[in-house]
């Protein structure tokens, strides 16, 4: 099968058949293009999902309290709901074996001021367990820790950006920076690659805070991760549990879906994953739908070929060549048709994925590209499909009689 | 080298059968050069496909070199036709994007010879034939009578017991006719058993002997005093 004779008799046949050679690979080569352009822009999607969640960490719940939709216990609908620190004490201790990490916020605006710059940034005020569950990169210093925060100490972590804005090229490490007129110390800063305002973001102690805002007890929002051990459903599971209680604490109705939201990221992630599962099903169904296609015109050119090549056919059998002599032939010049094709298609694909792939960066597609198992896969693939075009093809060649074959004078 | 007894043959024609060859009893010892004459649909290209295992005979025995030939399937009969059969056709049959060198060790090939042997085998048969020079050369730029010669140094390339010839000569003009004609006379004298198969008579009795076929019977067998194209010393 594999002798040098074999592979010449090929050469021969396909070098002196260039163009139908041509039109028969581009079939399948076109339809391998397409299978991995598809499932490199799957990829690409997933990348780009899995870009957007990785900002936070995929185990974590948001509480987010909201205005009453309906009446309960005695309260008139359209009541404003509002945590407090007794909230965020009451879930840390009724769920220690639940909640890995817990945090409120509580969100304001700064307006910050050093030396002669000043710029007005988002403030988050948080506990220090925010880092995990925001995944904070700190390029250099340190996050504000649970001293700072008992001891409601003026320090801040700010953006990447806000120390370019305001520091210019001095080391924003240990310098004051001007606070709504207070001073406060830079311990942190941190990097974000999600959008452009990530990084024009400062954090510091919800302590310290709401000590500056009239001691307050007032918080936005409680978010926390759960157990990472947990699966979808136990994850489930612990966020109504945690729903259901607060709403009891907060007198909501359980219906009422306005008053309280606990958003659990597993929800939203699993439902992305099994959507972009379906995608890649469908896309991998299309593509071989196209394969298939041309598989068949591979094929179709080969009957057609051995129709024309009858009378050489007949010739090959009356100096002695075996049936499984003539369906070899057929067979591997299918195959090598089909895999050298697909191989062009395929390098194409690959080429231009990793041209223009690494450029592709929106928010919900980035990087599309294709891993070498697909590569093997589809290889394999080809090389079936190659063997499958020329099945018939090569049986018919195989049947010829030679003198029906010779006898066309 | 050739015995049949018996031979039959018919062919379903829609609800008709048509009985091509009644019963034939033909022998040819080695180094005989027998001429088939007959007019068309007298059975002889029937004969001559029965003997080239191209078809298969109804009833009858057919020994080939002291082997029965029975119950062929492809693959028997490939093998067969290989070792012991080259053939010759009207219309040449050469592979049209082969050179006249790659057509010459085509058989070889199919005898799993190597290729450098191949190589060799084929450029002395080509040499035989007159063509050596044109060895690279496709059919399409050799002549009628050279693509006949390049044809004959094909067939007998394998080194086969029989050389069958469907009218060798039918494409081509008298002077080419002759030459291949000579070139078969010059294969015989070695010692090589042919069979032609021919309605020309001048071709046929350039053989040493005719058989002559009328309605799938053979009517007349004789041996005639061979006509040759050149002189030999």
Redesign the interface.
């Known amino acids: 099968m594999f002798d ?2 074999t592979w010449q008799e090929i050469f ?2 396909l070098k ?1 058949n260039k163009l139908r050679t041509f039109l028969t690979g581009f079939s399948v080569g076109w339809a391998i293009f397409i299978l991995v352009m598809l499932l490199a822009s799957v990829n690409g999607m997933q990348n780009g999902f899995t870009n957007q969640f990785n900002d936070d960490a995929t185990n974590s719940i948001f509480i987010r309290p909201g205005t009453t939709s309906k009446a309960y216990a005695g309260f008139e609908a359209g009541r404003r709901i509002q945590l407090k620190n007794d909230d965020y004490d009451y879930i840390r201790k009724s769920f220690p074996k639940d909640i890995e990490h817990i945090s409120s916020r509580y969100f304001t605006s700064a307006s910050a001021h050093y030396k002669g710059e000043t710029g007005s940034y988002s403030l988050q005020a948080v506990h220090p367990d925010h880092q995990i569950i925001e995944k904070t990169v700190i390029l250099s210093g340190r996050y504000f820790n649970e001293a700072d925060q008992a001891n409601k100490a003026k320090v801040a972590v700010i953006g990447r950006k806000v120390g370019d804005d305001l520091f210019k090229n001095e080391d924003p490490l240990g310098n004051f920076v001007e606070l709504n007129g207070l001073s406060f110390r830079v311990i942190g800063i941190f990097t974000d690659e999600g959008d452009d305002n990530a990084e024009r973001r400062i954090y510091a102690p919800i302590s310290t805070y709401q000590q500056i805002y009239g001691n307050t007890e007032k918080v936005n929002q409680i978010a926390m991760t759960y157990n990472s051990e947990y699966d979808l459903t136990k994850a489930l599971e612990f966020s109504g549990r945690l729903e259901d209680l607060m709403k009891r604490r907060l007198k909501i109705s359980p219906e009422d879906q306005s008053g309280l939201n606990v958003w659990n990221y597993a929800q939203a992630f699993s439902d992305i994953s099994s959507f972009s599962a379906v995608l890649s099903t469908i896309s991998i169904a299309v593509g071989f739908l196209i394969l298939i296609a041309g598989i068949v015109g591979i094929g179709n050119i080969m009957v057609f070929t051995i129709k024309e090549r009858t ?2 056919i ?12 003539i369906i070899n032939l057929v067979l591997l010049e299918s195959t090598f048709i089909t895999a050298l094709s697909g191989f062009i298609g395929l390098t194409f694909a690959w080429i231009l994925l990793s041209i223009i792939g690494p450029n592709f960066d929106l928010p919900a597609f980035s990087n599309p590209s294709v891993d070498l198992s697909t590569v093997v896969t589809a290889t394999i693939i080809l090389i079936i499909a190659g063997v499958l075009a020329g099945l018939i093809p090569a049986v018919k060649a ?1 049947n010829v ?3 029906v074959a ?1 006898s066309d ?1 | 080298m050739i015995e049949i007894k018996e031979l039959h043959k018919s062919y379903q024609m829609g609800s008709n059968s048509l009985h091509v060859l009644k019963g034939i009893n033909f022998t040819a010892k080695e180094g005989e050069l027998v001429a088939i004459m007959g007019s068309s649909g007298s059975g002889k290209s029937t004969l001559l496909n029965i003997l080239g295992m191209l078809d298969v005979a109804d009833s009858g025995e057919y020994y080939l070199d002291g082997v029965p030939i029975k119950d062929l399937n492809e693959t028997k009969a490939a093998k067969y036709r290989n070792q012991f059969l080259g053939f010759v056709f009207q219309s040449f049959n050469l592979i049209n994007y082969k050179s006249a060198l790659e057509n010459v060790a085509l058989p070889l090939y199919y005898q799993k010879i190597g290729r450098k042997e191949r190589q060799e085998k084929a450029m002395k048969y080509l040499e035989q034939v007159g063509l050596k020079e044109w060895a690279t050369h496709l059919p399409s730029e050799l002549s009628g009578g050279q693509k006949q010669r390049v044809a004959i140094a094909r067939a007998m390339a394998a080194e086969p017991k029989v050389l069958l010839a469907d009218e060798p000569t039918g494409a081509l003009d008298s002077t080419t006719s002759y030459e291949v004609m000579d070139l078969i006379q010059k294969i015989n004298d070695q010692g090589n058993t042919i069979l032609v198969v021919t309605h020309e008579e001048d071709i046929a009795h350039m053989c040493k002997r005719i058989v002559h076929l009328k309605d799938g019977v053979i009517v007349e067998d004789k041996k005639i005093k061979q006509v040759r194209v050149t002189q030999n010393v």
């Open positions: 040098r004779d021969h046949t002196n009378k050489e007949g010739v090959r059998k009356a100096l002695g060549a075996k049936p499984s002599q195989a009689k030679p003198i010779l004078k």
